[in-house]
């Protein structure tokens, strides 16, 4: 068992505090957190509380500081634990900027401590069945993948509205869902193209629509909205011979495949002011419905990846290169809407 200071005791903190005292290989040492309030909470909670940031890292019991603070100080935290001999989890997004993401890799390489961050979105159902329909090649030739994430509440009132604290919905959210599809499209990206929202906060974004084309040609598609009060499907996916499509987390949807391309005597749809025949539905046998495969995941597994990774066992699932491709495409999002124009890209 590797033991574990959670730095942050808010509310990723929490739920890491949480899922640590549930884990098989990780062992909850104790938090901390600069609100006296939260450090006096976590007392009554029977939790060990540090009453300062050296404290916890001076603690020779200590194999992982687990970082949940506000985005702008990943950084100096985590690289200040690696120089104190400790392995370092952050939450996401890693940091602000690549160049800060390479500061932490260098006290990482410089240190040999173990450095990474917690994508654990790449354990949610919903995208491991996409993953799973995307390789499985039932779809054909996938030409088409939309992932969005819609809400209807606004951007949270915390540091999420904040610049400072690296607020906003590409940041919170851009981060999982990029991090998603780049872990299931294969090949390089040649051009980036985002747009912005700012429609209940005009200090960081609200939303976002982004496009990525791949060096294949293969679209893909994101979207977060927080004023959404109809969400359209999580998950579209399109290819030759078929489309995939996933209401919400819950894996609620279906896949639908062509069975007969030259399917005869189409009956028109009659519209308002005409017919069309192009766009009328198919026949139902000329199609075939699968369902949406259900898969089981464990987010433990991150932890279990962590220890084994820190012990040289295996190698550790979340890596450097794939943390600053990320901030690199994210990084580009922002330039494409700051220019209004589409990016060429080697990414």
């Known amino acids: 068992m590797k033991n574990v200071i959670v730095v942050?005791?808010?509310?990723?903190g929490s739920w890491h505090v949480d899922y640590i005292k549930k884990s098989d290989v990780v062992k909850l040492l104790g938090i901390y957190d600069i609100n006296p309030m939260r450090t006096e909470i976590?007392?009554?909670n029977g939790i060990l509380a540090y009453d300062s940031l050296d404290e916890a890292l001076d603690d020779a019991r200590a194999d992982i500081i687990l970082i949940a603070t506000p985005n702008d100080v990943h950084k100096e935290i985590a690289v200040y634990a690696m120089n104190k001999g400790k392995n370092v989890i952050s939450e996401k997004p890693v940091t602000?900027?690549?160049a800060d993401l390479s500061e932490m890799i260098a006290a990482s390489e410089k240190t040999g401590k173990l450095f990474t961050v917690h994508q654990n979105r790449r354990w949610d159902n919903d995208y491991l069945a996409v993953k799973q329909i995307f390789e499985?090649?039932?779809l054909g030739n996938i030409f088409n993948i939309e992932s969005r994430v819609h809400g209807s509440r606004g951007i949270p009132g915390d540091w999420r509205g904040k610049k400072e604290f690296g607020g906003g919905m590409m940041l919170d959210w851009g981060v999982h869902i990029i991090d998603?599809?780049?872990m299931m499209v294969p090949g390089k990206i040649k051009q980036v193209f985002a747009r912005f929202d700012h429609i209940t906060n005009y200090e960081v974004d609200d939303g976002f629509k982004l496009e990525l084309i791949f060096e294949n040609d293969l679209r893909t598609f994101f979207e977060v909205g927080?004023?959404?009060f109809i969400s359209l499907p999580r998950w579209y996916m399109q290819g030759e011979n078929g489309t995939a499509m996933l209401e919400d987390f819950s894996?609620?949807?279906?896949i639908v495949c062509v069975e007969n391309w030259d399917e005869k005597d189409v009956i028109p749809v009659k519209t308002a002011a005409g017919l069309t025949k192009t766009m009328a539905p198919r026949k139902d046998d000329s199609i075939v419905t699968h369902e949406i495969p259900q898969i089981d995941a464990d987010v433990h597994d991150f932890y279990r990846n962590v220890v084994k990774a820190i012990d040289k066992?295996?190698?550790?699932l979340i890596t450097h290169s794939q943390l600053m491709r990320v901030m690199k495409v994210m990084e580009a999002a922002f330039e494409s809407d700051r220019l209004s124009t589409v990016l060429s890209v080697d990414l």
């Open 226 to 228: 927080t004023s959404n």
């Open 96 to 98: 602000l900027s690549s």
């Open 313 to 316: 066992i295996e190698p550790q």
């Open 180 to 182: 998603q599809v780049l």
């Open 136 to 138: 499985s090649g039932v």
């Open 8 to 12: 942050g005791y808010g509310g990723m």
């Open 251 to 254: 894996c609620k949807g279906k």
């Open 42 to 44: 976590a007392r009554k």
